[in-house]
């Protein structure tokens, strides 16, 4: 089954991703982790990410197609979970193609329903959290940048809910209750 978590920034996609690796044996996508893999590596590609990612903006459509790209060639037995990919039209085209390339199917697209300002609190607290603990805080939880990656997903990211919904595959949960309220809702959704 290979599945896409749909939701603005901080709605706790790669949360109920990581649940999902654990029960169900797939394999997550990320490319916020990937992106940030590649900005640590010192490559030429990192350091222009950098740059992009710390203003809230988003990278270029050909450099994550790029990291899915690679990553689909791998195959995964029990499907893959696509999070913070695809966030832009051309990007789910991308997605289609590769997908149809390798003979694989989108299952599901489950949108997470979550409130904006419940969003910006959340990744402050996660930038203090992480302080508190003695860890450094991603560069973009910051109030401003999460503004900036708040309207970029307004912009850029959101028109994939009518664009998925058309397709016949958009789900919606609600995100805003607790993290088992939402995996319980989401697995019922997928084994629908
Ligand atoms: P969040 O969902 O909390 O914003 P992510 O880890 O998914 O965090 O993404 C962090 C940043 O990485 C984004 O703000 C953007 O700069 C970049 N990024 C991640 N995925 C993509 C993508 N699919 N397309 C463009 N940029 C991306």
């Keep these: ?75 995964s037995e029990g499907g893959f ?9 051309a990007q789910a085209d991308a997605l289609a193609e590769l997908l149809e390339e390798s003979g694989n199917t989108l299952d599901s697209v489950v949108a997470l329903d979550v409130d904006d300002e419940v969003l910006v609190q959340r990744v402050v607290n996660r930038a203090k959290e992480a302080v508190a603990a003695g860890n450094e805080a991603r560069a973009d939880d910051n109030e401003d940048s999460m503004r ?11 028109p994939l809910m009518g664009y998925y919904h058309a397709k016949g595959n958009l789900k919606s949960i609600d995100g805003l209750a607790s993290i088992e309220d939402v995996r319980t809702s989401l697995a019922a959704v997928l084994d629908a």
Excluded: C, W
């Design 81 to 89: 979970i696509f999070d913070g990919f695809p966030r832009t039209l």
């Design 1 to 75: 089954m290979n599945i896409i978590i749909l939701g603005p920034p901080g709605a706790g996609k790669g949360t109920q991703a990581q649940h999902l690796v654990e029960t169900r044996n797939m394999v997550q996508l990320s490319t916020g982790d990937m992106l940030r893999a590649a900005r640590t590596s010192g490559t030429e590609m990192g350091k222009i990410v950098a740059d992009v990612m710390d203003r809230g903006e988003l990278v270029t459509d050909e450099i994550v197609i790029g990291l899915i790209r690679e990553q689909l060639e791998k195959g």
């Design 148 to 158: 900036t990656r708040l309207m970029e997903y307004y912009k850029k990211t959101s």
